[in-house]
Nanobody
Framework: QVQLVESGGDLVQAGGSLRLSCAAS???????MAWYRQAPGKQRDLVAS???????NYSDAVKGRFTISRDMFINTLHLQMNSLKPEDTAIYYC??????????WGQGTQVTVSS
Protein backbone atom coordinates (compact mmCIF):
# COMPACT_ATOMS: atom_id res chain seq x y z
CA GLN A 1 0.00 0.00 0.00
CA VAL A 2 1.18 3.50 -0.87
CA GLN A 3 -0.06 6.67 0.82
CA LEU A 4 -0.12 9.99 -1.02
CA VAL A 5 -0.95 13.22 0.81
CA GLU A 6 -1.41 16.43 -1.17
CA SER A 7 -1.09 19.95 0.19
CA GLY A 8 -0.75 23.50 -1.07
CA GLY A 9 -4.14 24.14 -2.60
CA ASP A 10 -5.56 27.61 -1.99
CA LEU A 11 -7.56 30.54 -3.33
CA VAL A 12 -5.40 32.77 -5.53
CA GLN A 13 -6.01 35.63 -7.96
CA ALA A 14 -5.51 35.19 -11.68
CA GLY A 15 -1.88 35.66 -12.60
CA GLY A 16 -0.70 34.34 -9.26
CA SER A 17 1.29 31.25 -8.35
CA LEU A 18 0.87 28.19 -6.16
CA ARG A 19 3.05 25.22 -5.34
CA LEU A 20 1.36 21.88 -4.71
CA SER A 21 3.10 19.07 -2.86
CA CYS A 22 2.44 15.35 -2.62
CA ALA A 23 4.18 13.45 0.17
CA ALA A 24 4.56 9.76 -0.61
CA SER A 25 5.16 6.76 1.65
CA UNK A 26 7.33 5.10 -0.99
CA UNK A 27 10.38 6.12 -3.02
CA UNK A 28 8.83 8.18 -5.81
CA UNK A 29 11.87 7.72 -8.02
CA UNK A 30 10.87 4.09 -8.61
CA UNK A 31 7.57 4.85 -10.32
CA UNK A 32 5.74 7.26 -12.59
CA MET A 33 4.22 10.19 -10.73
CA ALA A 34 1.58 12.55 -12.02
CA TRP A 35 -0.82 15.36 -11.23
CA TYR A 36 -4.40 15.21 -12.43
CA ARG A 37 -7.20 17.71 -11.98
CA GLN A 38 -10.96 17.59 -12.01
CA ALA A 39 -13.19 20.63 -12.36
CA PRO A 40 -16.87 20.47 -11.31
CA GLY A 41 -18.90 18.50 -13.82
CA LYS A 42 -15.85 17.50 -15.84
CA GLN A 43 -13.69 14.40 -16.13
CA ARG A 44 -10.37 14.01 -14.39
CA ASP A 45 -7.58 15.05 -16.74
CA LEU A 46 -3.82 14.62 -16.71
CA VAL A 47 -1.95 17.83 -15.94
CA ALA A 48 1.67 16.67 -15.79
CA SER A 49 3.67 13.52 -15.26
CA UNK A 50 7.26 12.46 -14.58
CA UNK A 51 8.70 8.99 -15.10
CA UNK A 52 11.17 7.17 -12.91
CA UNK A 53 14.01 8.40 -15.13
CA UNK A 54 12.78 11.99 -15.10
CA UNK A 55 10.95 12.31 -18.41
CA UNK A 56 8.22 14.92 -18.05
CA ASN A 57 4.99 15.45 -19.93
CA TYR A 58 2.50 18.32 -19.75
CA SER A 59 -0.97 18.92 -21.04
CA ASP A 60 -1.23 21.64 -23.66
CA ALA A 61 -3.36 23.68 -21.26
CA VAL A 62 -0.52 24.09 -18.74
CA LYS A 63 2.63 23.79 -20.86
CA GLY A 64 4.97 26.69 -20.16
CA ARG A 65 3.16 27.65 -16.94
CA PHE A 66 3.40 24.57 -14.71
CA THR A 67 6.46 22.58 -13.69
CA ILE A 68 6.49 19.11 -12.16
CA SER A 69 9.43 18.11 -9.99
CA ARG A 70 10.55 15.62 -7.36
CA ASP A 71 12.45 16.00 -4.09
CA MET A 72 14.32 12.79 -3.29
CA PHE A 73 15.27 13.80 0.24
CA ILE A 74 11.68 14.14 1.43
CA ASN A 75 10.06 11.80 -1.11
CA THR A 76 7.74 14.51 -2.33
CA LEU A 77 6.30 15.42 -5.71
CA HIS A 78 5.70 19.09 -6.50
CA LEU A 79 3.72 21.07 -9.03
CA GLN A 80 4.76 24.69 -9.43
CA MET A 81 1.90 26.59 -11.01
CA ASN A 82 2.53 30.08 -12.40
CA SER A 83 0.38 32.52 -14.35
CA LEU A 84 -2.74 30.86 -12.99
CA LYS A 85 -6.02 31.31 -14.84
CA PRO A 86 -9.62 30.90 -13.65
CA GLU A 87 -9.87 27.80 -15.84
CA ASP A 88 -7.17 26.17 -13.68
CA THR A 89 -9.74 25.97 -10.88
CA ALA A 90 -10.14 22.30 -9.92
CA ILE A 91 -9.35 19.65 -7.38
CA TYR A 92 -5.79 18.51 -8.02
CA TYR A 93 -4.91 14.88 -7.39
CA CYS A 94 -1.55 13.23 -6.98
CA UNK A 95 -1.16 9.90 -8.79
CA UNK A 96 1.51 7.22 -8.54
CA UNK A 97 2.06 4.10 -10.61
CA UNK A 98 4.53 1.48 -9.44
CA UNK A 99 5.30 -1.69 -11.37
CA UNK A 100 3.94 -4.79 -9.61
CA UNK A 101 2.27 -2.58 -6.98
CA UNK A 102 -0.48 -0.78 -8.85
CA UNK A 103 -1.89 2.72 -9.13
CA UNK A 104 -2.54 5.03 -6.19
CA TRP A 105 -4.34 8.34 -5.69
CA GLY A 106 -4.20 11.05 -3.08
CA GLN A 107 -7.28 12.65 -1.57
CA GLY A 108 -6.99 15.83 -3.62
CA THR A 109 -6.37 19.49 -2.88
CA GLN A 110 -8.59 22.38 -4.01
CA VAL A 111 -7.17 25.12 -6.20
CA THR A 112 -9.41 28.10 -6.87
CA VAL A 113 -8.34 30.94 -9.15
CA SER A 114 -10.41 34.11 -9.01
CA SER A 115 -10.67 36.51 -11.94
Amino acid sequence: QVQLVESGGDLVQAGGSLRLSCAASRNIFTGTMAWYRQAPGKQRDLVASITDVGITNYSDAVKGRFTISRDMFINTLHLQMNSLKPEDTAIYYCNAEFKNLGIYWGQGTQVTVSS
